[in-house]
């Protein structure tokens, strides 16, 4: 099966939400073009890796033919700035590092369900924070850590060794990502 064919078969099953058997990329654009109709789209491609040209052509090119209407958009996130440069029609939008206090609500958000954070965490706030070193997935597994923890744990994962000292603290907490989320870093 072609990549330009598996990818708008699954564009279409989650449209339909229903496993199709399809056999040709034709009938796939044709179903795509019946569910669309004249509706606007946002089609996100989350965490692309690589990109064959000649398969990205193919694919926008099925895309084009789907739906005509003005105001589609194609949202591509990448780690990549080979990948953001070959999808890109405009500039790839290079985001930046979270702030201090974006970074604690993330943490907040994951670690303290119910919204009450304990005086003694708040005390170490600003600590925390740059931990995360304004990453967003760094605040989330760390807030993951602290979730359902006693205090006497919380205080093992601030200040052991086994986990977040030394310079490479981003990199340990990141790497328990990988167990938590099966993400690949």
Not at 37 to 54: A, I, M, N
Not at 121 to 142: D, K
Request: proline fraction near 2%; include cysteine.
């Amino acid at each position: 099966m072609s990549e330009t064919k598996r990818f708008l078969e699954q564009i279409l099953e989650s449209l339909t939400e229903r496993r199709l058997e399809v056999q040709t990329r034709d009938i796939i654009v044709k179903k795509l073009r019946d569910e669309l109709g004249g509706k606007r789209y946002l089609l996100v491609l989350d965490d692309l890796w690589h990109v064959d040209l000649p398969v990205w052509d193919e694919f926008m090119d099925s895309l084009r033919g789907i739906n005509t209407s003005r105001g589609n958009c194609i949202l591509v996130t990448t780690r990549t700035k080979l990948v953001a440069s070959t999808v890109a029609a405009v500039g790839p939008h290079m985001l930046e590092k979270l702030a201090k206090d974006h970074s604690w609500s993330i943490f907040k958000q994951r670690a303290f369900v119910d919204g009450e954070v304990p005086e003694e965490i708040l005390s170490v706030e600003n600590r925390i924070a740059e931990m995360c070193q304004g990453l967003p997935l760094a605040a989330s597994v760390l807030g993951g850590l602290f979730r359902n923890k006693e205090k006497h744990e919380w205080w093992a994962i601030l200040d052991g060794n086994h986990l977040v000292a030394g310079e490479n603290s981003i990199k340990k907490i990141l790497k328990l990502s990988y167990v938590i989320y099966h993400l690949h870093i």
